[in-house]
C-alpha cells in the first residue's frame, strides 16, 4: 500500500505543476494589466520584473500554507486515506476549472476555486463516513469542517469586492483632480510626493506586514521590522520623495514610471505570497500527510498532525516561483486574459467585446439618472472646477504613434498598483487568502469608472463584460464545489481505477481546452491581420486593403452557399451548424472593420475624404452580403433543428441549379475582386441579370407548389426566404464590385 500512497503524492505533484502553470495564466492579468495597460515599458522589461516579483514572493506565502491544512475542515477528524482523496478531488478540479476559464479568456479567482474545491470534497468524503458510521448523522457535518474559518475567509473575499472597488473609486477620482490628464504639467509640482507616498505605501504592505510570512525571516527579523515600522516608513517617504525630485532635475525622470514598475513586482510579489497557497498547498499538506502516514505505519490514523503550524522549505516555495515565472513568458492564455481586463478598462472607445443586455441598459440608466440629480444640488463653481479637471481625457495619447497608443494612462496604471497591493498584502498579513482576481479587477474598474472611461457609447457594453466576469466567478464557487464532491465520491467509491480515471480526463480536458483556444487565436489573428496599420495609412495601401476585405469575405461566400444548400437537402444538422460559425466569424470581422475605421478616418488627410467615403461604402455592402448569408442559415438551421419536415426533392434539385449558378457568378466576382484593377464589366452584370431571373422563375414555381397543395406553410416560408436572400446576396456582390472600380477610378 505504501507504494500506492506514493503513487498519489506523485500524481499530487504532477497536478500541482499544471495547477502552477494554468494557474498563473489566470493570474497573470492580476499584476500585468495596468504595466500593459500603460505601455510604462517594453513588455519584456515588464515580464523581467514581475518575474522578480513572483519568486521574491513566493517566499513569503509560508503562512498561509495552513490554510489547505487546516483552513476548511478539520484533519484531525479524517484519516489518512480521506485526505488524500480530498487532495487528490481538490487538484483534477483546479486543473480543470481554471484552465477552461484561461481558454475563453475570463479572469477568474484561484482561490475561490481552492477554498470551495477543499469545501466540496471534503463534505462529500465526510458524508460518507457519517453514512457508514451507525452513531453519527447528518447533524454531526459541523464537526468535520472548520465552518468558522471557512465562513470568515469566505466573508473576507466577499468584502474584498466592495472595498477593492470603494477604494479604487475614491482614490482614482482624488488622484484625476489632482493630477488631471495633462499630468505632465503637474508631475513637476506633485510627482515626487506621489512616488514617495506610493511606494512607502508599498513598502509597508509589502514588506512590514507581509514579513510575517516569509520563511526566510527568524521571528527575531520580524520583531525588528515590526519595532521600528514608524522609522523604516519615514525614512522610505522622505528618502524616496528626495530622490525621485532629483531625479526629475537632473533627467527629468518621472516618478510614474517608477511607481508602475515597482508597483508591478509589488502586485506580483503579493500574488505569490498570497495565492502560491493555491497551487501547491494541497501538494505540500498531501505530501505532509504522507510523511505522518510513513511516521506511524499506519493509514488509519487521524491527521492531526496537519493541524500544527507549518514552516515550509524555501527551497520548495522558489521551486514554485520559477514554474511561475516559466509559465508567465510562455503562456499566450495569460496574454488573452489580460487582453479582456484592459479592453473593459481602457480610456477611449473602440471594438467591444461584450454585447449589451437588459440588465446593464437598466444599471447604466439609473446611473445616469442618479448623476444628474447630484449634479442638480452640486454648486455651480464646485462643478465647474471638476469639469476642468477631467478635461482633454485623450490628453495622454497625443504625440503617441496610435499602434503604440496605451489604453490609459500612468496616473491610473499607478492607482491601480498601489491600491490592489495594499489591500491584498493586507490580506496575506491577516492571513486571509483575498482573492487577487476579484481585487485587481474590481480596483481596475473602479479606475476606470471614476475616470469616465465608461462614455454612453460603451458603458452598456463595458457594465455587461463586468456582470459576465462577476457571475462567472459564483459560478467558479458552485462548479468548484460540486464537481470536487463528485470527483471526490468517485475518488471514495472506485479507488485507484478511478484515481487513473480522472487524471486522465484533467489531461484530456487540457488539450481539448488547448485545442479550442488556438482555433479562436487564429481566428482573432486573421481578423487582425486583415486591419490597417496606422504607420501605413496611406491612400494606396486603403484601396489595397478594401479590394484584400472584400476578396477574402467574397471568396467565403460561394462556400458557404454551397455548403448551406447541400447541408439543407441532406437535413444534415451538423454541417449547417458549422456553417453558422462560419458565418458569424465573418460578420464579426466585418464589423470590427467598421467600428475601428471612424478611428482612421480621424488620422486621414483632406486628399483621402474621397477614398474613406467609397470605402465606407465597400463595407457597407460587405455587411449587406453577410446579413443575406445570415437570412439564409439562420432559418435553414432553425427547420433542421427542429425537425421539419424535409424540403421537396424539386426544391432540392432547384437550389442544386441555383448554387451552380452562383459559383459561376462568384468565380468571375472574385477573379474582379483579387485584382488590382477591378472592373465592373459586362460579364457580370449579365451573370447578375440571368440569376435574378431563375430566381424569379423559382419563385413562380414554388407560388405553383403552394396553389396545389404540393408544399406546406413552413416549407414555403424557408424555401421562399431562401430565394429572396439568395437574389439580394446576388445584387448586394455586385454592388460591392460597382463601389471597389469607383474606388479604384477615383484614385489619385
Not at 474582379?672 to 460579364?683: G, I, L, S, V
Not at 429572396?724 to 445584387?731: F, P
Request: glycine content about 6%; aromatic content about 10%; proline content about 2%.
Amino acid at each position: 500500500m505504501e507504494a500506492l500512497y506514493l503513487g498519489l503524492v506523485i500524481v499530487l505533484a504532477f497536478l500541482a505543476i499544471s495547477d502552477l502553470i494554468v494557474g498563473v495564466s489566470n493570474d497573470a492579468v492580476n499584476f500585468l494589466n495596468s504595466a500593459v495597460g500603460s505601455k510604462v515599458a517594453p513588455l519584456k522589461l515588464i515580464l523581467f520584473i514581475a518575474s522578480i516579483g513572483v519568486v521574491v514572493g513566493a517566499t513569503f506565502s509560508s503562512g498561509l500554507m495552513e490554510i489547505a491544512r487546516k483552513g476548511i475542515f478539520n484533519p484531525d477528524q479524517f484519516f489518512f486515506t480521506e485526505v488524500m482523496i480530498i487532495f487528490v478531488a481538490v487538484m483534477i478540479t483546479d486543473v480543470i476549472l481554471l484552465d477552461m476559464y484561461n481558454t475563453f479568456g475570463l479572469p477568474t479567482s484561484t482561490t475561490v476555486s481552492l477554498i470551495f474545491e477543499l469545501l466540496g470534497a471534503s463534505v462529500a468524503v465526510a458524508m460518507f463516513k457519517i453514512f457508514e458510521s451507525e452513531v453519527h448523522s447528518i447533524a454531526d457535518l459541523g464537526n468535520y469542517i472548520n465552518t468558522a474559518k471557512a465562513l470568515a475567509i469566505i466573508s473576507g473575499i466577499l468584502i474584498s469586492i466592495f472595498v477593492a472597488f470603494f477604494v479604487g473609486t475614491i482614490i482614482q477620482y482624488f488622484s484625476r483632480i489632482l493630477f488631471t490628464f495633462n499630468f505632465k504639467r503637474t508631475i513637476p509640482y506633485f510627482g515626487a510626493i506621489w512616488g514617495g507616498l506610493a511606494i512607502s505605501a508599498i513598502v509597508y504592505f509589502i514588506l512590514i506586514k507581509g514579513a510575517k510570512g516569509a520563511s526566510f525571516l527568524s521571528e527575531e527579523n520580524v520583531a525588528w521590522i515590526k519595532t521600528h515600522t514608524w522609522q523604516i516608513l519615514l525614512v522610505s517617504f522622505f528618502g524616496l520623495t528626495l530622490m525621485f525630485q532629483v531625479l526629475y532635475w537632473l533627467f527629468r525622470v518621472s516618478s510614474l514610471k517608477v511607481i508602475v514598475l515597482v508597483g508591478t513586482f509589488a502586485l506580483a510579489m503579493s500574488f505569490a505570497g498570497n495565492d502560491l497557497v493555491n497551487f501547491i498547498g494541497v501538494p505540500m499538506a498531501g505530501l505532509a500527510s504522507y510523511q505522518e502516514y510513513v511516521a506511524q505505519g499506519s493509514d488509519q490514523v487521524l491527521m492531526t498532525a496537519l493541524s500544527e503550524p507549518v514552516k515550509v522549505n524555501t527551497l520548495y516555495l522558489l521551486a514554485a516561483g520559477l514554474i511561475m515565472v516559466l509559465a508567465l513568458w510562455t503562456s499566450r492564455k495569460a496574454r488573452a486574459v489580460t487582453a479582456t481586463e484592459v479592453n473593459l478598462g481602457r480610456q477611449y472607445e473602440g471594438t467591444e467585446r461584450f454585447s449589451s443586455t437588459g440588465f446593464s441598459r437598466t444599471v447604466v440608466r439609473m446611473t445616469l439618472a442618479l448623476s444628474s440629480n447630484v449634479e442638480k444640488i452640486t454648486p455651480v463653481r464646485v462643478k465647474n472646477f471638476i469639469e476642468r479637471r477631467f478635461e482633454n481625457p485623450r490628453a495622454f495619447l497625443e504625440g503617441v504613434d496610435p499602434k503604440d497608443a496605451p489604453a490609459f494612462d500612468m496616473i491610473r496604471a499607478s492607482v491601480n498598483l498601489v491600491v490592489a497591493s495594499t489591500l491584498i498584502a493586507l490580506g496575506t498579513s491577516l492571513k486571509l487568502p483575498l482573492s487577487t482576481t476579484y481585487v485587481t479587477f474590481m480596483v481596475a474598474m473602479a479606475t476606470s469608472l471614476s475616470d469616465r472611461a465608461w462614455g454612453k457609447d460603451s458603458a452598456v457594453y463595458r457594465v455587461t463584460g463586468v456582470f459576465i466576469v462577476i457571475a462567472g466567478w459564483f459560478l467558479t464557487a458552485i462548479t468548484a464545489f460540486l464537481l470536487a464532491a463528485v470527483f471526490a465520491s468517485v475518488l471514495h467509491l472506485t479507488g485507484p481505477i478511478g484515481t487513473a480515471i480522472l487524471v486522465l480526463l484533467a489531461v484530456f480536458s487540457v488539450v481539448r481546452t488547448q485545442i479550442i483556444f488556438r482555433r479562436r487565436e487564429k481566428v482573432n489573428s486573421a481578423s487582425q491581420d486583415q486591419q490597417i496599420e496606422s504607420d501605413k495609412l496611406t491612400e494606396n495601401n486603403i484601396v489595397s486593403h478594401c479590394i484584400s476585405r472584400a476578396a477574402t469575405v467574397l471568396t467565403s461566400v460561394p462556400v458557404i452557399i454551397e455548403n448551406t444548400y447541400d447541408a439543407l437537402a441532406q437535413n444534415n444538422l451538423r454541417e449547417m451548424r458549422k456553417a453558422d460559425g462560419i458565418i458569424k466569424n465573418l460578420n464579426e470581422g466585418i464589423r470590427q472593420e467598421r467600428v475601428t475605421f471612424p478611428q482612421k478616418i480621424e488620422r486621414f488627410p483632406e486628399t483621402f475624404l474621397e477614398t474613406g467615403s467609397y470605402y465606407i461604402q465597400v463595407l457597407d455592402y460587405l455587411k449587406e452580403v453577410g446579413n443575406c448569408l445570415t437570412f439564409i442559415v439562420k432559418p435553414s438551421l432553425e427547420h433542421i433543428d427542429n425537425n421539419h419536415q424535409e424540403i421537396l426533392d424539386i426544391q432540392k434539385e432547384e437550389l442544386k441549379q441555383l448554387s451552380a449558378g452562383i459559383n459561376e457568378y462568384f468565380r468571375e466576382i472574385i477573379a474582379q475582386a483579387t485584382d488590382n484593377e477591378p472592373n465592373d464589366n459586362e460579364k457580370i452584370k449579365q451573370q447578375e441579370h440571368a440569376l435574378v431571373e431563375q430566381i424569379n422563375k423559382l419563385k413562380k414555381k414554388q407560388i405553383k407548389r403552394i396553389k396545389s397543395g404540393e408544399s406546406k406553410t413552413r416549407n414555403s416560408m424557408l424555401y421562399l426566404n431562401i430565394l429572396e436572400e439568395s437574389r439580394k446576396l446576388v445584387i448586394y456582390t455586385h454592388s460591392v464590385i460597382k463601389a471597389l472600380d469607383e474606388l479604384f477610378k477615383n484614385k489619385p
